[in-house]
């Protein structure tokens, strides 16, 4: 299908309408691609049906790594909690949704096209819900062109979707509707609007489509003041986070999403929407009730969990309540940043059962981080410098593992300011150290000042991303982005951070490193591995 024989939503829903006539019944898969499609043959590999006939929660694929255990889980990789949470809002108006989770697949492609072709044969028309990261956009657009045909439905929704709808829909024919920001109501009104005739196109909020006469674009939907929602169990994968829990499972969850911080590489910055404490802690209570245990591994999916000081410590209260009155013991992580974190605080979280912090530290210098936007408040501090590092302090004396992200070849970086921000995360036992290349992603600050600075219009990177990028880096975690910089010219960094770190470290990737001393550091590695050679 090229752009000039693009249909209008209301032809595609019109079609969509004409094979729920015939018959056909609706269901929504939700897609979660890889970053890249390979070649490999995996026929008869897929399951969708449980033995009553419904259809299952999750496809079911052999041979790729997945492993069963109340839930199905990908090795390597997790479904997406908006998937999760889509799937719940869904099962509650009645309709039927499956999640396929192939972020981590070696044979996206032969599988997607069988549940497609299973799906078709047992009289289902469907509507395909996929999302995308920047660097898996282009292989999710690869697989949304193979699927797409007459007579079903392709939406696309994430991060990535949302700062590129404009672009997407103008440029992807095969794609229907773009959801922009939160999409749980929205995507609900569209299966009504669809399948039962209820309400009017003009009138749902979030979504960008095509019209006869051109096209429909949406603002991003945050409602304000709408606590956030958490899916039903039937619907939730787990994780595995062997360096931190071992081989015990871990369940993800988001207590807020957004980010009130401007960080320039960065496209999250919206309004918070956060869920009740109450809620919360009751949320987790019932995750133990359905698996029958007394203690529960969490990781919380906020960008910035602790940037609410006072809920921090409520939510501490909450964990030890839970543990005194009902034997309740929750071993938590969460992601947050240096200067939402002191020393009393990382204390009551140590003590409730925190275990593991992931912080973006990004870089120790000043024009670095200014560069970045990271506007570290380090008041009673000298430098902002000296507050990450008192904070790293901090976590360490309490037992909390810490995991640093780094960024890789900033313009106000060099070789020996990079290597002292490496030494410094080793002075302070950081556990696991990540490094990515400086990345430009689409509508961030970053780039947008590239594109000035440059003479870029202004979808000339949106653009990039619904192209294969070659970008030369052996960093797994730069596949498929495009770089400030070529990556020639930074290799000489990652060898520095490998002449610090080793063999107090283990090399798990380029971009990657964690502390020989931990128990499971073999098995990580072998995680690792295996994800490698999946994706060769």
């Known amino acids: 299908m090229d752009k000039d024989n693009a249909l209008s939503a209301q032809e595609a829903i019109d079609d969509f309408r004409s094979a729920l006539a015939s018959g056909k019944k609706p269901v929504v898969v939700f897609v979660h691609p890889p970053k890249e499609i390979t070649n490999s043959k995996v026929a008869g590999s897929v399951e969708l049906f449980a033995q009553d006939g419904s259809l299952l929660h999750f496809v079911q694929i052999k041979n790729e790594g997945f492993a069963s255990e109340h839930n199905y889980a990908p090795l390597g990789g997790f479904t997406p909690i908006a998937f999760s949470l889509l799937a719940t809002k869904l099962k509650s108006s009645n309709y039927d949704s499956i999640i396929l989770e192939l972020s981590h697949s070696s044979a996206a492609l032969d599988i997607i096209l069988e549940v497609k072709k299973m799906l078709s044969e047992a009289g289902y028309c469907i509507i395909w819900g996929f999302t995308a990261t920047s660097p898996s956009n282009f292989a999710a657009m690869h697989l949304v062109a193979r699927v797409k045909d007459r007579g079903c439905l392709v939406c696309f929704g994430g991060s990535h979707a949302t700062v590129s709808h404009e672009y997407a829909i103008k440029n992807c024919p095969q794609l229907d509707f773009i959801f922009v920001g939160d999409a749980e109501n929205s995507f609900v009104a569209i299966m009504d609007l669809v399948v039962k005739g209820r309400g009017n196109l003009e009138e749902i909020e979030g979504i960008t489509y095509r019209k006869n006469d051109g096209f429909h674009f949406a603002s991003q939907i945050r409602v304000i003041g709408q606590e956030l929602e958490f899916p039903d169990f039937e619907f939730l994968s787990y994780d595995k986070i062997p360096d931190i829990w071992g081989s015990e499972r871990v369940f993800r969850i988001q207590g807020a999403r957004g980010c009130k911080y401007r960080c320039s590489f960065c496209s999250q910055a919206i309004a918070l929407q956060l869920s009740a404490l109450e809620k919360l802690a009751n949320y987790i209570t019932f995750l133990c009730q359905k698996c029958d245990l007394k203690k529960i591994n969490v990781f919380f999916e906020d960008a910035t969990f602790t940037s609410d000081r006072q809920r921090t410590i409520d939510f501490c209260k909450k964990l030890s309540e839970l543990k005194s009155s009902q034997g309740i013991y929750v071993s938590w992580g969460c992601q947050t940043r240096a200067d ?26 000043s024009a670095s981080l200014n560069l970045v936007r990271k506007s570290i408040n380090y008041v009673g501090y000298a430098s902002p410098m000296e507050k990450i590092e008192n904070t790293l302090s901090a976590l360490r004396e309490n037992n909390v593992l810490v995991g640093c992200s780094i960024i890789v070849g900033l313009p106000t970086d060099n070789e020996e300011s990079f290597g002292y921000t490496v030494s410094r995360l080793k002075h302070f036992g950081v556990h696991m ?45 730069d596949k498929n982005c495009y770089l400030m910089r070529e990556a020639s010219s930074v290799e000489n960094l990652y060898e520095i951070a490998q002449s610090v770190l080793l063999p107090e470290y283990e090399k798990v990737s380029t971009g990657l490193y964690v502390k020989s001393a931990t128990p499971q550091i073999l098995a990580y590695k072998n995680k690792m591995s295996y994800l490698a050679a999946k994706t060769v």
């Open 340 to 365: 939402c974190l002191d020393r009393v605080l990382i204390e009551k979280m140590s003590q409730s059962g925190c275990k593991y912090v992931y912080i973006g530290v990004e870089a120790m210098n």
């Open 433 to 477: 150290i990540f490094m990515e290349s400086v990345k430009l992603f689409p509508q961030t600050r970053l780039s947008k000042s590239v594109s000035d600075s440059q003479g870029y219009q202004d979808d000339q990177i949106v653009s990039k991303y619904y192209a294969k990028i070659e970008n030369g880096s052996l960093n797994p975690e």
